[in-house]
């Protein structure tokens, strides 16, 4: 059983910046595919980006240009930079993981239900 703790989150004034970390218990992420999500009240899960093994990166329009995720394998923890915060950005934000054995997220990164380990959410505030 994989578990992933999400640390980082906070308050934080419009325009400013944080950095997401999603810790794993697991040996590594090489054969993973990574992604980050946030659901806000009243609003859906959205996926915001996702990494695979390789280092490969996919981002949602709506994050694109200022969120980042990166990752350290030798920490066996992904980051998601987050930049040039909006209102809108305030959220439960969720890392969640698939073991693949291509490690490769594909097309359908950004479908929560592709991901059979997730996190328990760290929130974010933007005011």
């Known amino acids: 059983h994989v578990q992933l703790v999400e640390s980082g989150g906070g308050s934080v004034q419009v325009g400013g910046s944080l950095n997401l970390s999603c810790a794993a218990s697991l040996s590594t992420y090489n054969t993973y595919c990574v992604g980050w999500f946030r659901q806000s009240p009243g609003k859906g899960r959205e996926g915001l980006a996702a990494?695979?093994?390789?280092?490969?990166?996919q981002y949602a329009d709506s994050v694109k240009g200022r969120f980042a995720i990166s990752q350290d394998n030798a920490e066996n923890t992904v980051y998601l930079q987050m930049n040039s915060l909006e209102s809108d950005d305030a959220a439960t934000y969720y890392c969640?993981?698939?073991?693949?054995?291509?490690?490769?997220?594909?097309?359908?990164?950004?479908?929560?239900?592709?991901?059979?380990?997730r996190g328990q959410g760290t929130q974010v505030t933007v005011s």
């Open positions: 969640a993981a698939d073991s693949r054995t291509s490690g490769k997220c594909g097309v359908s990164w950004n479908w929560w239900g592709n991901y059979a380990f």
């Open positions: 990494i695979d093994n390789d280092g490969h990166t």
